[in-house]
């Protein structure tokens, strides 16, 4: 029945219209409608799992029963069962006497063991026998043992029924091996799952039909076959054959079914075949015995063929996978795959259908055709032929264009930009759209498969898909084929080809360095004492050794390619040693991540400064040091994109010639995402030491490679000498690599299933000793760590990892303020990742060095940052989810390579292990080059409009020719000519990469021109100069599709609102990342701000971070921590986007705009609104306070200085809490107040430049080391002021000037006198501000200037 009708007739029983209720017994559990009396009309009820009828149980009966006697109605009800005269006894007994339920888990004892070992939570004899204990089958083993083949006296002998546990587990394990769904070591106990027993979990498959599936598929069995074996599966095993329906089924057999019935109708297996046939052909049965065991089979077979396809795919056999991925959208859609595409929407009538069947009109002619063409074909009206049309564009539909990369002579990358050709239609497509992606090769071996959702927000974007293939060299195949399937839709398919014919492979690349057997050098080598003082140890190991000469006796560029943690840093310090020796120049160490520098900060420092008195200083994104800090610096710690914005200017700035040494850590890293920045700045220094007086040495740090020469070219050195790349293997501290797989299309899922295997590492591996845990997200760290502390507690160990007494545990709790952490670390297991305070990460780093905590669970940075070696290292999945593309993706190898490098700690380990855990597909890949070097590719090619444009703005490049000519000396370069095909290029004659470079060099500079960054010479189409946008992209390090937002959005009136939009959709905010379901909580975070943003777009980077800024200004709390790390990000890289629209609004004499920018910046700084009162700013200040100010008509910072310090003292005596009171006053008396005078020329001469003179002195005391009081803004920032000339009546701005101001300070403004003798009223604005925008708004100071006629 229908719901509605169902419905209906509960209701008209419930309120007494209708009397009496015929129901099946399902009603009893569902819909609670009592009556007085129920009744039992025969208690034989068909089970279509059985394939025959079967007793009512007794739970029913009694379920049934329990709904006689009306509450509130009646005193009393009265049931009847009407029954056969042969069960009548049998009934009376059962609801006379209570009879025990017993277990029937040893039946599916197998199957359920299955399900655990792929769920991770049993994984070895041992675990299932505790997990065993915990059934109802233990509960009454112990109570009724006969009944399960136990005898009372077995009981006595092993009270706990251990032995029986053993064998029970045993036999299902045994079992489970036969059928290949586990590994079993009877000699350790161990089990390790297979796909195949992952299948069968995850579809609910018995071991009995995957024994089957084993016995009887292969990759050529045929359609017919492939249903046979289909319908003999454990499954179906119950349905039977009766005479009633003998009759049908031989008309079904004949007539109905479209492949052929291997045994006919009489046995049960031909049954199931022909009913579910009969199901795909949507053909009506009369016999209601056979509509329920078809629903039966119809509501078993989807999964079954989901199975058997999953089989297929991963044994590879592609042909078997397509044509069972067809069979289980068959089943879904009831439809065959010869039947017309269309007729999956259900939109049209069978007899147009059959039309279209009939003139052969495939979807795409459909697509092409018009509603008269289509009219006439099918003898319909125009308006049908629309609909048609209209309904075959909303059939799913993607195109691919593929490109090749090789990376080695047998591994190529292939991207795949995929675009969506069709019409969206949520009641058809819903929310996504998912796809099977195959590559396979000439002879029909899956070479990968990967499974692509396309959502409905992607259906406009081009979605790009990277993966790695192998290509076998003997034979070298012609082609491969590239096919996406839709994993929901029949006959959609597209196919493509990858043609290898026109590759250019890489070359051979030489055999590694040698370790040579070299007697380790002591220390005294270096003949200086004070030199032998920084090293704890008395000699070098032998890569040191070996590389000693080079480095410390030579000038020769030099380039260390050796495993993490084999002693590369204190190479790198001999060949400073030799510039601290010999010159007076400078050290450069370029380390990729801040993380990685503060570590050499504090090394460094403890060691250089206080040994040697060297000036370390660091310039990072966090420090940013003055020009006189920067002179006087003999070591300078720097990030690329630091060292990129400081070296663009070089002909400016003496210090950076000063430079004798770069150290580039971690060299490798320029094939990454910010591999651009490393290969400009190397190119860059490489060019100024060829312009000045003063060789540079290049030193670069890096993992094992496999292209050195190229790298080594590339940064001037000439082999054999300073060229050394050691294989992977030379580690002081030996590394033993356990790779395992696990399957899984879904990431979470997949990672869960990680964590016992993980519990069962450390307990292999490193029961006692550090271990060190890498996961993807901070969201994963705290998940994998409550996971192991379930582990800990179920065993009943649950400090096993900690080495504190509860007191010394107390008190490190108390000074750890994330909850997460506090909790976790009171059973020895740290967290580590950017959403920690710097206090909270720093003690976890602590204790986990001084072995406080045996476990630490990271993120991946960790890896690159502090050096935290542990004796057991954990990879816990080696992908990453991408905002961008909103799908997770691989991390680098280079990666994974260096979280493996952190395990074995020198001095204390003779090996370290590393237990690498994969996705099942990507092992192999894993396993070939987890061991053995990749190549360094240049990624400069992406990157290049930015850097070309720092180099026209630095004067370096000003025509094509100066373009071309920089791209040579760049890395980018060198391998353009080793592996073209990477970059795109067909051929490597002198010609083809001329040309190729002349095509890049144009395209980028005609980008550069659309941005407005560049223009053209009117004269010489060949020459170029930069723009005002040009330049504010290369000194505030803005990206170049920034000026275009600039250039169309910035006005002469942009209100706050305009300008905070403007800020946000830079491409600056790009990269902040929108996680999994943060799109509803930005919708409710919508609805608390000021500003609207727009309701579509809650998936945006851009929107969030507008969201971010807004919930900054009002001070809103985040229930999400990942925000407040966005938040920070957000805010840090806002002032810098400011201040060039500031530069950019005041270029276009634009006042108000200019002064609403920086207004903005203000709030930015002080976070609050510009409409918020200005002394809430002062700390300690509440709304209740603020109230005792205004009723003394107090309102703004100038009227509350002015009541003086005593008064202040008094109206806020009692109120300000004490941690407070030294903070408000320190604030108070360094609030900015400043004295200004102006002095203009006597007389002016209309259209003639002039300079007004500005006197700044301060009255107020400056702020000391701490900076600028911004509590809400996460750097430190000191005091800046901007000074601004406009004419308000007007609007223009006439000049603005950046200073700072500690005492006094006298400057002047160039203005232009007005072109025409009259009053002309301009005046000075004085806006207080700290650097970089945030301000103490009231107090800026006005004045007014005029400007009459007798100035003239």
């Not at 359609?223 to 089924?249: C, H, K, P, T």
């Not at 040495?697 to 080594?712: H, I, K, M, Y």
């Not at 490190?812 to 952490?821: F, H, K, R």
């Not at 002047?1308 to 002309?1320: D, G, K, M, T, V």
């Amino acid at each position: 029945m229908l719901r509605s009708d169902r419905n209906l007739s509960e209701s008209l029983f419930m309120k007494g219209y209708v009397n009496v209720l015929f129901t099946t017994a399902t009603l009893a559990w569902g819909v609670n409608l009592p009556a007085h009396t129920v009744i039992i009309k025969g208690t034989e009820v068909y089970n279509a799992e059985k394939g025959g009828f079967s007793d009512l149980g007794i739970l029913d009966v009694l379920q049934i029963f329990g709904r006689a006697g009306r509450p509130q109605f009646d005193t009393s009800g009265e049931a009847m069962i009407v029954t056969s005269q042969e069960k009548h006894s049998h009934y009376v007994q059962l609801l006379t006497h209570q009879i025990p339920i017993e277990s029937k888990f040893i039946d599916r004892l197998a199957d359920h063991l299955n399900a655990e070992i792929v769920l991770g939570t049993v994984a070895s004899l041992r675990d299932a026998v505790i997990w065993l204990s915990y059934t109802y089958l233990y509960i009454r083993m112990m109570k009724n043992p006969l009944v399960y083949g136990c005898t009372y006296h077995d009981k006595e002998l092993d009270p706990f029924l251990m032995k029986k546990r053993i064998d029970l587990i045993t036999a299902a394990a045994r079992r489970l091996d036969t059928c290949k769904m586990i590994r079993f070591e009877e000699r350790t106990g161990n089990f390790s799952t297979t796909e195949l027993g992952r299948i069968a979990s995850h579809y609910y498959i018995q071991h009995e039909t995957i024994e089957h599936f084993n016995q009887h598929l292969n990759p050529n069995i045929s359609d017919s076959i492939l249903f046979d074996v289909f319908s003999q599966v454990r499954e179906f095993q119950n349905i039977i054959v009766r005479d009633d329906e003998q009759e049908e089924l031989r008309f079904l057999e004949n007539d109905v079914c479209v492949l052929k019935v291997r045994g006919g109708s009489e046995n049960s297996s031909g049954k199931v075949n022909i009913l579910l046939q009969t199901y795909i052909s949507r053909f009506t049965i009369e016999s209601f015995s056979l509509v329920s065991d078809m629903s039966y089979v119809s509501q078993n077979s989807d999964r079954i063929f989901r199975a058997l396809f999953e089989i297929s795919r991963s044994n590879g056999w592609v042909r078997l996978a397509t044509r069972l991925l067809n069979m289980c959208k068959m089943v879904d859609k009831r439809l065959w795959s010869s039947g017309h595409p269309l007729a999956q929407f259900d939109l049209l009538s069978p007899t147009l259908l059959n039309k279209l069947v009939e003139k052969k009109m495939t979807v795409d002619q459909i697509r092409d055709s018009t509603p008269q063409d289509l009219a006439g074909l099918t003898r319909t009206n125009p308006q049908t032929g629309k609909a048609i049309i209209k309904i075959a564009n909303y059939f799913p539909k993607i195109n691919i264009e593929p490109s090749m990369s090789p990376i080695t002579r047998t591994v190529i990358r292939v991207t795949l930009t995929i675009t969506a050709d069709f019409k969206w239609y949520d009641r058809i497509h819903g929310n996504s759209e998912p796809w099977w992606i195959w590559v396979e090769d000439e002879h029909d071996e899956l070479i990968h498969s990967e499974y692509f959702i396309l959502s409905k927000k992607q259906k406009d974007e081009e979605i790009k898909i990277s993966f790695i293939i192998p290509i076998y060299a003997d034979p070298f195949p012609e082609q491969y084929f590239i096919n996406a399937f839709s994993d929901r839709w029949l006959n959609v398919e597209t196919t493509v080809a990858l043609n290898f014919r026109e590759i250019i492979l890489p070359d051979q690349q030489p055999p590694h360095t040698q370790l040579l057997p070299l007697q380790p050098l002591p220390t005294d080598a270096l003949k200086n004492e004070e030199f032998q003082k920084l090293y704890t140890f008395t000699h070098f190991n032998r890569l040191q050794t070996q590389t000693f000469f080079t480095m410390y006796h030579t000038d020769s560029n030099a380039l260390i390619g050796a495993p993490t943690g084999s002693g590369k840093t204190i190479v790198a310090e001999l060949a400073m040693l030799r510039i601290f020796r010999d010159t007076n120049l400078k050290v450069v160490y370029i380390g990729p991540l801040k993380a990685l520098v503060r570590e050499r900060i504090k090394d460094w420092k403890k060691r250089f400064s206080k040994l040697l008195g060297k000036k370390v200083l660091e310039l990072t994104g966090d420090y940013t040091p003055d020009i006189r800090a920067l002179q006087t610096a003999d070591i300078i710690l720097t990030t690329p994109e630091k060292w990129d914005g400081i070296s663009r200017h070089w002909q400016q700035r003496s210090y950076v010639k000063k430079v004798g040494l770069m150290v580039i850590d971690e060299i490798h890293l320029l094939g990454e995402d910010r591999g651009p920045i490393l290969e400009v700045i190397v190119s860059r220094m490489r060019y100024v030491s060829s312009q000045t007086d003063t060789p540079i040495r290049f030193v670069g740090l890096s993992t094992a490679l496999a292209n050195p020469e190229d790298l080594g070219d590339w940064l001037g050195i000439k082999p054999p000498l300073g060229l050394y790349n050691f294989h992977p293997s030379m580690r002081p501290v030996p590394i033993r690599i356990h790779l395992q797989g696990y399957a899984g299309k879904h990431y979470c899922p997949r990672m869960a299933t990680m964590n016992k295997p993980c519990y069962a590492a450390i307990h292999t591996h490193s029961p006692t000793k550090p271990v060190l845990i890498f996961v993807s997200s901070r969201r994963q760290t705290r998940l994998t760590a409550l996971d192991l502390i379930s582990y800990c507690v179920s065993e009943e160990t649950p400090k096993q990892f900690l080495s504190m007494s509860d007191s010394e545990l107390e008190s490190v709790l108390t000074m750890v303020e994330d909850t997460n952490l506090q909790h976790t670390l009171a059973f020895g297991i740290g967290l580590h990742h950017a959403g920690l305070k710097n206090d909270d990460r720093g003690l976890v780093e602590q204790l986990f060095k001084e072995c406080k905590i045996q476990i630490l669970v990271s993120t991946s940075t960790l890896a690159w940052g502090v050096n935290l070696p542990a004796h057991l290292v954990i990879i816990k999945g080696t992908e990453y989810y991408d905002p961008k593309t909103k799908r997770y993706v691989d991390f680098p190898v280079t990666d994974v390579l260096q979280m493996m490098g952190r395990a074995g700690r020198p001095q204390y380990d003779t090996e370290g292990i590393a237990v690498v855990m994969v996705e099942q597909s990507k092992k192999s890949f894993y396993k070939k080059f987890i061991r053995e070097p990749f190549p360094v590719e240049s990624s400069l090619k992406s990157a290049l409009h930015d850097h070309i444009n720092a180099e026209i703005c630095a004067s370096t490049i000003s025509s094509k020719q100066d373009a071309v000519d920089y791209l040579t000396w760049t890395y980018f370069f060198r391998r353009l000519e080793q592996n073209p095909t990477y970059y795109g290029l067909s051929d490597v004659n002198f010609e083809s990469i001329n040309r190729y470079l002349s095509d890049l060099t144009d395209e980028t500079l005609l980008d550069l021109s659309y941005a407005h960054c560049i223009q053209f010479d009117e004269d010489d189409s060949n020459q170029f100069t930069p723009t005002t946008f040009g330049r504010v992209a290369s000194y505030y390090y803005l990206h170049y599709t920034t000026m275009e937002v600039f250039n169309s959005r910035i006005s002469e009136s942009c209100s706050l609102e305009d300008l905070l939009n403007i800020l946000c959709d830079t491409a600056e905010y790009e990269e902040l990342p929108v996680r999994h379901n943060e799109d509803t909580y930005n919708k409710s975070l919508a609805e608390e701000v000021r500003w609207t943003v727009d309701p579509y777009s809650y998936d945006s980077p851009h929107t969030k971070a507008n969201l971010l800024f807004q919930a900054h200004f009002a001070s809103l709390k985040f229930w999400i921590p990942d925000y407040w790390t966005d938040l920070k990000s957000v805010l840090d890289q806002s002032i810098r986007i400011l201040q060039a629209m500031v530069d950019v609004a005041a270029d276009s004499g634009w006042l108000w705009t200019t002064l609403n920018t920086i207004e903005l910046v203000q709030m930015i700084m002080q976070g609050q609104w510009s409409t918020d009162s200005t002394l809430l700013q002062i700390p300690g200040m509440t709304q209740k306070i603020l109230e005792l100010f205004h009723r003394r008509k107090v309102t703004c910072l100038p009227e509350f200085l002015a009541l003086g310090k005593k008064e202040i003292a008094g109206i806020m005596d009692g109120l300000i809490p004490r941690d407070l009171k030294e903070t408000f006053w320190s604030v108070v008396e360094t609030l900015p107040l400043v004295n200004m005078k102006l002095d203009l020329p006597p007389k002016l001469t209309s259209g003639l430049d002039y300079k007004l003179s500005v006197s700044l002195t301060r009255v107020s005391s400056y702020p000391s080391d701490k900076g600028a009081h911004t509590p809400k803004f996460p750097k430190k920032k000191e005091e800046g002021w901007w000074l601004i000339l406009g004419d308000p009546s007007t609007g223009e701005l006439i000049g603005l000037r950046r200073v700072n101001c500690k005492g006094h300070l006298d400057t002047q403004l160039s203005f232009e006198a007005p072109s025409r003798p009259a009053f002309y009223h301009y005046y000075l604005r004085k806006y207080s501000v700290w650097i970089g925008g945030s301000i103490l708004a009231s107090l800026s100071t006005f004045q007014q200037m005029w400007i009459s006629k007798e100035e003239y």
